[in-house]
């Protein structure tokens, strides 16, 4: 029998750029035994500039011009970790992300793209839409968008545009395009003495004759010099009205690269060698907009950025199996090819220049080919058998277990005595009040003594659902926290039980600081504190909770499970779906920002609705979750009980309805169909929606019973409280099983 891989080496990807989108490809059709890949990036979708000016135009879909990043790292086998990273420390090799702790890599790339210079304009940062992040200019292009469309008048309406470069004059054209048929007039401002600087004349002519057939006025040898609200100065004193100001200057930098100590240029921009290595540090590589390769400096295109990538991948590989690294030489000349707006496009490639339809087609063409390859994802290769990194890449580094050892079990899979004190010792100093330190404790641990009344306990575990380990942290500890809070209880101490995969110390403990300050995040939230735990290795990752708590109301009342009266309106406090839709997400059937929505869902803690519960006086309340909506009620109405269910009222998961009418199930969803004999379908229900009854959710919300009276207050202070899905969905009936009806009948 193989002994399961252990895990060594963390290469942390950093933005999720067009050149780390294809290595990341590259890497995962030949996975390397031990290697732990993390990309970080702000959204679960990145735009692929070659067809950014056609989205705007209308050409194309947000889909077609966009990559889904977490589906991508699904296919691939690589944790995606959605957050900003802010800060790097090469000499700790840490990573400081934005809202949330940091983490370390042993090898780490930066794919962070450039934005528009705004900084040496006074005004423009508050006054103009950079033209990226891409995802701020498609929300204000379509808040114009829709603007323009809803405005009656005939009165002018001016949108400018600053920076005469290929990207200022695609979007002027796109936009100008896409409003032909509206009385908007067009901008264009540009510093230089003449725009597309770089061009042959022959091409820039074409554009320039583009540019005055969409209306677009061109502005050259014309520097903005501030920027006031509704209103640009020119370094010459003039001032020129606008609505709506788009800023596509040159490229800058982010920050925080030159405030890591590694060696930039004059501009901010991390200098990498040949290699796409920082010549300080040769475990931090650098490719796209955001490198300047020293010797072989290129302007800022998606072009060099996608040519970087099989050396990328490559050099990666070959620095953590310690093998020699190959040299990358950008070409010298590009072809650009600049749409025109109106499916016409012109190419440039040196002092050759095409205009016309067939450009754009073939422009086309090559946008969605290089598309086409994140869509249909090939199968993988075997991890088994393939090149095994060296451990800590390149660094010698213990790990746990003799090569080709089976890992023991018993006690001999505990993680080990210092990866846990470490852990343990970062964790205490960042939570002091909720975290017991290392050796803090002894053989059991005492539970807080609150109030006077009843102890309460509950257990809950997860297997992994995301491979983010913070967020998965936050969600186990959300899901067992929900126990209680359904029992009407505040918690007061936790003990964790964590499984993690075999790996070596120094991953070990990693794995278990990002997974516990995730739990720590939300339990500090709720004054419950970790008194304790045990922590094993195994074939995959688990983490769960014992809980213990207290009653909420201070004569010691809890929130019973059944005791519900005929009449009584049921209330579902958060959305349904997150059962198919992470079997969508495994089978990498689910769009990244639906996942990211479920994600969201599952980090609402229920303990307002708790509160609110007991407040409005709830006849009983229960979570939901393995089991499916249905499968609890069942639960909640006890043996004289039934339920009417208006299945139109269940408030669902963005995506969830069309994953369960594409027939997308968790494997929980057939145990859980055999509630089905309790219910009677009235004519024409939806059966997606049905299907819904059955989902197993993770981190549910809560299904809480109340007086038909207080049902709608209830129902109003949820929302207000930030349950913004929570839904009447049914009431409760009397029920005899002796006259042989359905218990739970659904509309
Ligand atoms: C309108 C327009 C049209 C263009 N058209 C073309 C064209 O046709 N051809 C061409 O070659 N070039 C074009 N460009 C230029 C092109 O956009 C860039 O050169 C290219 O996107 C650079 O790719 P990249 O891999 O460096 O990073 P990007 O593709 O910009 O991606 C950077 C990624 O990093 C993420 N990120 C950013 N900051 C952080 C952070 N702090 N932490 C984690 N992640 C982060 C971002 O969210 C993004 O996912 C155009 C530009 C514009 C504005």
Not at 4 to 26: F, I, K, Y
Not at 269 to 274: E, G, I, Q, Y
Request: aromatic share 6%; with cysteine.
């Amino acid at each position: 029998m193989q002994p399961p891989a252990e895990l060594r080496s963390d290469l942390v990807l950093v933005g999720g750029g067009h050149t780390h989108a294809l290595a990341l490809r590259m890497l995962a059709m030949r996975p390397l035994t031990g290697l732990r890949i993390t990309l970080v990036s702000p959204a679960s979708h990145t735009p692929y500039s070659g067809m950014l000016p056609g989205l705007v135009a209308g050409h194309y879909t947000f889909e077609e011009t966009h990559i889904d990043l977490a589906r991508l790292c699904q296919w691939a086998g690589v944790r995606f970790i959605e957050a900003e990273v802010t800060a790097l420390d090469p000499a700790a090799r840490r990573l400081a992300l934005a809202g949330r702790p940091d983490i370390a890599y042993d090898l780490v790339s930066i794919d962070i793209g450039s934005g528009p210079e705004m900084d040496s304009v006074p005004g423009a940062r508050e006054h103009a839409v950079p033209v990226k992040p891409v995802a701020g200019l498609w929300q204000r292009w379509r808040n114009l968008h829709q603007r323009v469309l809803e405005r009656s008048g005939e009165e002018a309406y001016r949108i400018a545009v600053v920076g005469g470069g290929a990207g200022g004059v695609e979007l002027s054209l796109a936009m100008a395009h896409r409003l032909a048929d509206r009385p908007v007039g067009f901008d264009l401002w540009c510093g230089g003495a003449q725009i597309l600087q770089g061009y042959n004349p022959r091409a820039r002519a074409a554009v320039q004759a583009a540019l005055e057939r969409h209306g677009v006025a061109v502005h050259t040898a014309s520097r903005v010099a501030r920027v006031e609200p509704g209103c640009l100065q020119l370094e010459d004193g003039t001032r020129h009205p606008f609505a709506e100001l788009f800023w596509c200057t040159g490229a800058a930098a982010a920050p925080w690269i030159a405030a890591s100590g590694l060696s930039t240029d004059d501009g901010g921009f991390l200098a990498v060698r040949d290699t796409l290595q920082s010549p300080d540090d040769d475990r931090v590589f650098g490719a796209g907009d955001i490198a300047v390769q020293l010797d072989h400096p290129r302007p800022k295109a998606g072009v060099f950025a996608v040519r970087q990538a099989p050396a990328l991948a490559q050099n990666l590989r070959a620095r953590l199996l310690g093998r020699p690294l190959r040299e990358h030489r950008p070409q010298r000349r590009f072809l650009s090819l600049v749409s025109l707006g109106d499916r016409r496009a012109t190419a440039d490639k040196g002092p050759f220049s095409l205009t016309g339809a067939w450009v754009w087609r073939w422009k086309d063409r090559i946008d969605r080919q290089f598309m086409a390859q994140f869509r249909a994802l090939p199968a993988r290769m075997a991890r088994e058998g393939g090149d095994e990194v060296m451990a800590r890449a390149g660094a010698p580094g213990p790990t746990t277990a003799a090569a080709g050892q089976m890992p023991c079990g018993g006690c001999g899979a505990k993680v080990g005595a210092d990866a846990l004190a470490a852990a343990l010792d970062r964790l205490s100093r960042d939570f002091p009040e909720h975290c017991a330190g290392p050796g803090a404790g002894d053989d059991a641990v005492p539970i807080p003594a609150g109030r006077s009344g009843a102890l309460l306990q509950s257990i809950d575990l997860l297997r992994e659902l995301v491979a983010d380990p913070w967020v998965m942290g936050r969600i186990a500890a959300n899901h067992a926290l929900s126990d209680l809070y359904a029992c009407g209880a505040r918690p007061l101490s936790a003990l964790a039980a964590v499984v993690l995969p075999f790996a070596s110390p120094g991953l070990l403990q990693r794995e278990l600081e990002q997974l516990l300050a995730g739990a720590l995040h939300e339990f500090a939230a709720v004054e419950c504190r970790l008194a304790g735990g045990h922590s094993m290795q195994g074939g995959e990752l688990a983490i769960g909770f014992v809980i213990n708590g207290q009653p909420m109301r201070p004569d010691g009342r809890l929130l019973p499970k059944r005791g519900l009266a005929p009449g009584d309106r049921l209330l579902l406090t958060k959305p349904l779906g997150t059962g198919t839709l992470f079997a969508a997400h495994m089978q990498q059937r689910a769009d990244g920002r639906a996942i990211r929505a479920a994600i969201d869902m599952m980090l609402v803690s229920n303990s307002s609705a708790a509160e609110l519960a007991l407040t409005f006086n709830a006849g009983a309340a229960t979570d939901v979750t393995g089991f499916g909506l249905l499968g609890h009620l069942l639960e909640m109405l006890g043996a004289d009980r039934g339920a009417r269910l208006d299945l139109a009222r269940l408030p669902l998961l963005e995506g969830a309805l069309a994953g369960m009418s594409a027939g997308t199930l968790s494997t929980m969803h057939a145990a859980n169909t055999l509630a089905e004999r309790a219910l009677q379908r009235g004519d024409a229900v939806d059966e997606g929606r049905l299907q819904m009854l059955f989902d197993p959710q993770t981190s549910g919300g809560l299904l809480i019973g109340v007086a038909a009276d207080r049902a709608v207050e209830l129902q109003r202070a949820l929302v207000q409280a930030g349950y913004g899905a929570a839904a009447i969905i049914g009431e409760v009936t009397r029920y005899d099983p002796m006259n042989g009806a359905a218990r739970v009948r659904c509309q």
